[in-house]
Structure formats: structure tokens, C-alpha cells
């Protein structure tokens, strides 16, 4: 049952005021109004050459079509994360299969999964193992992961606005979903404190660098550094970056 498609379809045949039978004979042969009448239940999907037709009297491509608008095709993404997680999920949130458990603990130490013959599967397994590390929500697992779902795909469509469902599949769109769980679990949410953890992290990852570069064949306390490392330079490019995350997090205070 295409469902979807068959409404998308009865919504191009009512735009333009024919009824099944007019609309059937706008194909080259005629499609009898029976199997119109399939195609909006979902029974059955034209073929190539009626797709095409039917997104040209929509005025929309194939894709569009078959799969929506880009807002219609991350719904249904959202839809299929959370049918992956209520069908191998207990309430407590835990694997209920043992092969679910294997490929989880593929995931979670980053074993190759590339052979897996579902790949879309494995990703959604990554999202929601990433979600449900995070605090959407803190009353409830399962809604948690509801919640989760839902602030991604909000993430998602503002970030593809104005994209075509054409440029998209669905193992695209959930790389943007794995994105934007990314993205909140370290705090870089679209706000003044995800600009101000992201720039918290560019830093330290600069003093971090700048510790490595230094403890180079070195002390790990830095108490002697190699000898073409000037003690007082390092020391002094650490109080610089030292110094900038302090102001940061000053400015970030001002517009809180």
C-alpha cells in the first residue's frame, strides 16, 4: 500500500477539476477510472511513463512525487526512526533481540557495520542511541526519544529549507538527523549557547594542540619542553587562549 502517494495524486487529479474517469484519459493509452481508483488507494502505483504525466499536470518532479516535499520526507523519516525504535526497544529502553544487541555494540565501538545489508537501519540505530544519551526530555525514555526525534527533524527542515525532495533520499536525510543529534548532544544548538560551546570547543581543542605540540618527546607536566620551544612563548600563547575563553563566556553573559 502506497498510501502517501495515491493522496498526492488525488490532490493533483481535484486541482485540476477532473473527476477519475477525465483524469484517466489524460494518458496515452486512457487509464480506466478503476485503476485511478487504485492508484489513490495506494493499490497500485502507475508506471514510469504515468509518473511522469502526473507530476507534469502537478507541476512537480517524480521525486516530489513519489516522496513528497522535502518537509513530507523528513516527516517520514522521523516516522521511521521512531517505528525502528518502538519495534526493537524495550520500555526501558533496551535492545529486544539479540541481533539488535550485536549491531548496537558494533555501533557504540565503532566496528565496521559497512556490510550490514540494511544500512538505513543501522543509522537509525546510531540516532537513537545518540538521542537517548542526551536529555530532550527527563520524565520519561520513551518520550525522550519522542522528543529527540521531533527537535531533529524541526533541526533538519530548517536547515534544507528551500531544497528539493529530489536532491534528498532517505539515507541522506538521516545523515542530517545524525547531524543534528550530534550537534545537540555537544551543545550546538541554533541559539547564543550553541555559538558559545562552539566557540568554547574551538579553543580548547587549541590548547589541547598547543599542550600535544609542547609535550612533544617531552614532560607530560611541561616541565621541560624541547628545546625549540621557547618557554616563555608557549606560556604566553596559552594565557592568550586562556584569556579568550574567559572574555567568551563575559560576552555570552551579556546577551543571556
Given at each position: 500500500?502506497?498510501?502517501?502517494?495515491?493522496?498526492?495524486?488525488?490532490?493533483?487529479?481535484?486541482?485540476?477539476?477532473?473527476?477519475?474517469?477525465?483524469?484517466?484519459?489524460?494518458?496515452?493509452?486512457?487509464?480506466?477510472?478503476?485503476?485511478?481508483?487504485?492508484?489513490?488507494?495506494?493499490?497500485?502505483?502507475?508506471?514510469?511513463?504515468?509518473?511522469?504525466?502526473?507530476?507534469?499536470?502537478?507541476?512537480?518532479s517524480v521525486?516530489?512525487?513519489?516522496?513528497?516535499?522535502?518537509?513530507?520526507?523528513?516527516?517520514?523519516?522521523?516516522?521511521?526512526?521512531?517505528?525502528?525504535?518502538?519495534?526493537?526497544?524495550?520500555?526501558?529502553?533496551?535492545?529486544?533481540?539479540?541481533?539488535?544487541?550485536?549491531?548496537?555494540?558494533?555501533?557504540?565501538?565503532?566496528?565496521?557495520?559497512?556490510?550490514?545489508?540494511?544500512?538505513?537501519?543501522?543509522?537509525?540505530?546510531?540516532?537513537?542511541?545518540?538521542?537517548?544519551?542526551?536529555?530532550?526530555?527527563?520524565?520519561?525514555?520513551?518520550?525522550?526519544?519522542?522528543?529527540?526525534?521531533?527537535?531533529?527533524?524541526?533541526?533538519?527542515?530548517?536547515?534544507?529549507?528551500?531544497w528539493g525532495?529530489?536532491?534528498?533520499?532517505?539515507?541522506?536525510?538521516?545523515?542530517?538527523?545524525q547531524s543534528?543529534?550530534?550537534?545537540?548532544?555537544?551543545?550546538?544548538?541554533?541559539?547564543?549557547?550553541?555559538?558559545?560551546?562552539?566557540?568554547?570547543?574551538?579553543?580548547?581543542?587549541?590548547?589541547?594542540?598547543?599542550?600535544?605540540?609542547?609535550?612533544?618527546?617531552?614532560?607530560?607536566?611541561?616541565?621541560?619542553?624541547?628545546?625549540?620551544?621557547?618557554?616563555?612563548?608557549?606560556?604566553?600563547?596559552?594565557?592568550?587562549?586562556?584569556?579568550?575563553?574567559?572574555?567568551?563566556?563575559?560576552?555570552?553573559?551579556?546577551?543571556?
Amino acid at each position: 500500500m502506497n498510501i502517501k502517494l495515491g493522496d498526492r495524486i488525488k490532490r493533483i487529479r481535484l486541482s485540476k477539476g477532473l473527476n477519475q474517469s477525465q483524469f484517466g484519459e489524460s494518458f496515452e493509452p486512457a487509464a480506466a477510472r478503476s485503476i485511478v481508483s487504485r492508484w489513490e488507494s495506494g493499490k497500485s502505483v502507475p508506471n514510469a511513463k504515468r509518473l511522469r504525466k502526473i507530476a507534469e499536470l502537478g507541476g512537480i518532479s517524480v521525486s516530489e512525487l513519489l516522496n513528497g516535499s522535502i518537509d513530507e520526507l523528513i516527516d517520514s523519516t522521523a516516522d521511521y526512526l521512531y517505528s525502528v525504535y518502538s519495534q526493537n526497544f524495550d520500555e526501558n529502553s533496551m535492545p529486544k533481540t539479540d541481533g539488535v544487541k550485536s549491531l548496537i555494540h558494533k555501533i557504540n565501538t565503532h566496528e565496521d557495520t559497512s556490510t550490514y545489508e540494511d544500512q538505513d537501519f543501522v543509522s537509525a540505530l546510531s540516532i537513537i542511541l545518540t538521542i537517548d544519551n542526551d536529555e530532550y526530555v527527563e520524565d520519561s525514555v520513551n518520550l525522550n526519544i519522542k522528543r529527540g526525534i521531533a527537535y531533529c527533524a524541526s533541526e533538519v527542515k530548517r536547515k534544507l529549507n528551500g531544497w528539493g525532495p529530489s536532491d534528498f533520499s532517505r539515507s541522506r536525510i538521516l545523515f542530517h538527523f545524525q547531524s543534528a543529534a550530534d550537534d545537540h548532544i555537544y551543545g550546538y544548538t541554533p541559539d547564543n549557547h550553541g555559538l558559545l560551546m562552539a566557540a568554547r570547543d574551538g579553543i580548547n581543542t587549541t590548547i589541547l594542540q598547543l599542550q600535544e605540540i609542547a609535550n612533544a618527546f617531552g614532560d607530560p607536566d611541561l616541565k621541560k619542553l624541547p628545546k625549540g620551544i621557547d618557554k616563555n612563548f608557549y606560556k604566553e600563547l596559552e594565557r592568550i587562549f586562556n584569556g579568550a575563553s574567559d572574555k567568551i563566556t563575559t560576552l555570552f553573559s551579556k546577551y543571556e
